[in-house]
């Protein structure tokens, strides 16, 4: 079970980014996937989180500023933000699970598998 990060970056604040967490070693349709976030002296907040069936939760940080989703046949998931903030600034990192749901993913942490994560800039 792999899941890798890319998409992120330098951006200005009001810009936007897409965030890519490409799954391998699994069949990831079957599994949650869900988005996390650290920034330094912060604690680590679910962002968004999908479901096999497409089932989404988003935090009240990206909610309306945020949109989760799946492109099964690639087996990767995205995270588009938009109205980027600098409190948007943080290392982040996509996970999966199995048996989770999103909203046990995404508000209680519960996941299997780990991505090294892409660091977000919103700085202008």
């Known amino acids: 079970v792999q899941l890798v990060e890319s998409g992120g970056g330098l951006v200005r604040p009001g810009g936007s980014l897409r965030l890519s967490c490409a799954a391998t070693?699994?069949?990831?349709?079957?599994?949650?996937i869900g988005w996390f976030r650290q920034a330094p002296g912060k604690e680590r907040e679910g962002v968004a989180c999908i479901s096999s069936d497409g089932s989404t939760y988003y935090a009240d940080s990206v909610k309306g500023r945020s949109a989760i989703s799946r492109d099964y046949a690639k087996s990767i998931v995205y995270l588009q933000m938009y109205s980027l903030k600098p409190e948007d600034t943080a290392d982040y990192h996509c996970?999966?699970?199995?048996?989770?749901?999103?909203?046990?993913?995404?508000?209680?942490?519960?996941?299997?598998?780990w991505g090294q994560g892409t660091q977000v800039t919103v700085s202008s």
């Open positions: 996970a999966a699970d199995f048996q989770a749901t999103v909203q046990s993913m995404c508000v209680w942490g519960e996941f299997f598998a």
């Open positions: 070693g699994f069949t990831s349709g079957h599994w949650t």
